[in-house]
């Protein structure tokens, strides 16, 4: 019952129109929590199932002027309304059944809201449910808001190209058992494939799982409780079951758990970071707005995902789930169509090629078995002809390769701050072409000072020279009449049009504080930054020097221990100022800075009670703060040291000239006017309606700010250009500051740009955001075939406009706006800011410190990862050619075989493994950074590249395997000409007699004994000869001896080779599982000779193959 009361204290807050009904609606929850009966016509007491009966517009209508007695809107009272009308009052009466849902509509943005223009008398008739005694019973669970799954993440990794093509050869295998039962050898490497298969998809589910919860979504921003109004009290529900209608009751602390229009608010602020990117809250209103206001600049809709700062409020749900803001933006940036990255491109091309390789050599050697053995035994033809030899044809162990190299790079890449989503998204920044930076936070540290002020048309460096704050009369603000007051007046300004905060110092230090105690003038630069905690003026200085250092460094440091947060650029002008000067001031109105207004106003009374009337009439100060140039259009006057004088053409000139000079010094400008007016304390104010002097501002002058360039920026955009990658600089700053910096930063040379697109020198331009749209194709092929690129105030929609050209092109972000750029880039990177859930979400990588060293990292990455991977398929589809010879002339000329189905699992997935995931680590050739990026229509797996794997280095090592092979059987007294067409009669445990050409018998014992101990040597060889050519595939460009050996880990996957080698081929047990047995020790030899004929042939070819 506290609860009832509570509401009904609340009521006296609620518009006349609406407190009845609220009131009776708390009388009757009061009826129900003492079990009296309820009236009878209550809206909580309906018939739901008459209702659901209803079956056209009419019908509904009459049926709920029957039950409320209440008049319904007008859009309902016409008597001809279509089928899409009764669809819409069933809407917004019956939402919260779940016949009627929401959630299939399909609508834009834009008409999604009316809400926000409704009066209380309108929300009344279109919410007639809407109540505060809301029975639990008739909830309808709603499919909240939510990213990118877990499930989701899972399944994806199923669709891999190589995972899909590992499982198709499982099936194969599987394929060939049920054929014919006797391959048990291909049941157990189906077996195998499938854990592999998993495994794999696991590894990479945790690597991109990993990503997700680092870089946190929209779930972040979705509260999984909230606190509605149902029975007449306060229930704690799911976030996923509130329903349109519901009454959701907001504290501080709390986040929005749907789109709510608010009905009833004391002094709510919520921060809407993901809608404004700036964590700085906004107060909300219960009034109604303009019809021309939009939703999303009315503060009366509280969105999904805000968070409640301080405050509380009532508010009706009238979106849910994913027809809210937010879940519709979500919608978009999940659905919108991301481009496949080139490493994927390239999968899907190799997956072609093996498989269409695999079937036609299949086909082939089906063909030949078939005519070989004169049309008979078809059925074990195509098992061992076709399915054996497609089977052989795969590099099981390739699919494990390239995932462990994926996973290598982006725990590498994770380490230095750069968090991937995709994880074959690296090899695309490593092909980048463009790379498209914010200048703020990327090029820049993102530490702002105040360094400069132009005020009453002279420049100032530091601090400004003005009388002592004890003797200036905050009153005096309107008068203006001498500089001094226009300089107060400037650095007031400064602080009260300012949303940073400064947060308490420690216990410690307001000691610290309270004990220093000065007087002195303000032209001392120390004593002006001291800003008293208990908010005294007074400052008197010991005349000893000694103890007044002493004291004035006390002062620093207890200053730099506050913690200030906020926007960089308010941050630093309110270090540069007092921020005890704001609590001077209540703000009562405001209009935040955004990119279309570019510039912020603050309307604010004094807290001096003096300054009201007897009247109710009050003083105001208006304040702005902006783009100096946008400023300028708003003001009539321009303070002076002569006094306020109105503006002039030579007034103007002075101030481009100014605003110029610091912008070519690389400074950051931002603008300061005010002007005083009266009004009624309790007049609302807003531009729109024309009560706000917005154009009759007078001109303060202008605060320069250095935010200075990161360390070792100028070598990372250096390194950049050597490796042939075009850095261009998007900013919202004026082109002279731009250019200023990118020359600093060695964007630009040493030559000036001029502000409109005009070519300087050696391919280096500055572009202002304005023209952007006026430009033509062949002015933007002009522009992007520079160098460096400089946009100045460019918005993040114009970052489209540079994708659309025959580039690979990355892109920094950091807001809403900027995910649409993100998505449609080759590659987006999403940097760590306030507010930017949204580009996180629609970034393929996340860059947590902002470093561009780290985006120059990521290139050499991408392109190290490319050019391994290059290597890794070189040396793994070397192993191919004699594992298919092994097979091919068992079928074609009968020769004993050569490797089981389970040497070729081991050598795949066991033996070559570690190699070949020591290649991924192989560092980079000397000139990996020194070479243009590759050509879009370069492949991963060239005809270069294919031609060393299969024709040269695989047929060099099945020679020397076949060699060794025959070795053995040679020992014995069994010539090649022995062997031809034994196959399918010798060589099995119920073989008969083996007589050779010179009359030497073999019984089946023997055979089965030569048999293994010569597979044992054709397997010796090929893993032998892959251990040294694991040494030439480390370099493709330069010799060997000049490369050298860098790679410690390939040193030591060799070892692990070698030692996996010798326990398949010597231990007992698995001897006999994979039918071998030790050979002679001269088999050992062959693969010396391969090696060095490799290596020869590498040594005069390496060129050849890149």
Known sequence: MNELVRYRRMTTCVPDCLRDIVERDITIAIAICDDVTCIDNAPCNFDIEEFRRRSNAREVREWLRRRFKRRLSSQCASEDISDGSHHQLLKVVMLGFNKFSLVSYDIELDCTFFEHTLTMEQLNDLFPLSRICLQDARRTRVCPVTGKDALKIFLAQFLNTFRIFLLLVALMCFAIFLIDTEHLLELYLMLILLGVFLALSLISYWQERSAYTQVRGFKSMVPTFCVVVRSGRHSRVNASEIVVGDVVYLSSGSRVPADLRLIYTDGLFLETSWISGEMDPLEFYD???????????????????????????????????????????????????????????????FVTFITVLALVVGAITFLIGVIVNNFQRITATFVNGFLVISVANVPQGLPITLGAALIIVARRLAKKGLYMKRLDVAETLGTATVVMCDKRGVFTSNDIAVTDIWHGREFFKGRIPIINRRRYSWDKLSSLHNSDEHACALLTAMSVCNKAQVEPIGSGNVAKWKQITFD???????????????????????????????????????????????????????????????????????????????????????????????????????????????ILMHCSRMATSEGDAPMSEGLVNEFTEAYMKLGTEGRTCMAFAMTTFEAFDDMRLEIASGNLPEYEMCFLGMAAMYDPPRDNVSQSIAKMREAGVKCFMVTGDHPSTAAAVAKYVGLLDDRQKDDNCKKIDEGLSVIHGEVLDMLTSEQWDEILSQKSVVFARTTPAQKLECQKRKEVVAVTGDGVFDAPALKKADVGVALEAVGSVFAKEAADMVLIDNDVRNIVKGIEEGRLLYANLKKTIAYTMTHLMPELYAVLFTFIVGFPLGLSSLQIVTIDLITELPPSIALTLEPGERDIMCRPPRKTTSRLVSRALLAYSYLFAGNIIAVGCMVAYLSVFWHYGIATKDLLFTSNDYWTTNSRNFTTHTGLVFTASMQMHIHAQAMAAWQITLVMAQAFH?????????????????????AFAILLEILALNFFIYTPGLQAWLGVEHPPAFVWLFCFGVAAVLLVFNEVSVEGIS
């Open 1030 to 1050: 694991l040494w030439m595939c480390t370099t493709r460009r330069i010799s060997l001896f000049q490369h050298g050996f860098r790679n410690i880990v390939a």
């Open 287 to 349: 009034e109604s707005v303009g019809k021309g206001v939009s939703a999303l600049a009315s503060q009366n809709i509280a969105f999904n995902g805000c968070q409640c700062v301080r405050g509380e409020a009532l508010g009706i749900v009238i979106k849910t789930g994913n027809d809210t803001v937010i879940g519709k933006l979500m919608e978009m940036t999940s659905k919108e169509g991301g481009q496949p990255t080139r490493l994927e491109r390239e999968h899907k091309r």
């Open 520 to 630: 002195v003038d303000l032209s001392n630069m120390n004593a002006w930054t001291s800003a008293l905690e208990n908010g005294s003026t007074q400052l008197d200085l010991e005349q000893n020097a000694t103890q007044r250092a002493v004291q004035l460094n006390s002062i620093r440091a207890a200053f730099q221990h506050k913690n200030i947060t906020g926007n960089p650029t308010e941050v630093a002008l309110l270090k540069y100022v007092e921020e005890s000067i704001r609590k001077k001031f209540e703000i009562v109105f405001e209009i935040p800075f955004d990119a279309t207004r570019r510039f912020h106003v603050v309307v604010a009374k004094s807290s001096n009670e003096s300054e009201t009337s007897e009247e109710g009439v009050v003083k105001f100060y208006m304040f702005a703060k902006g783009a100096p140039e946008e």
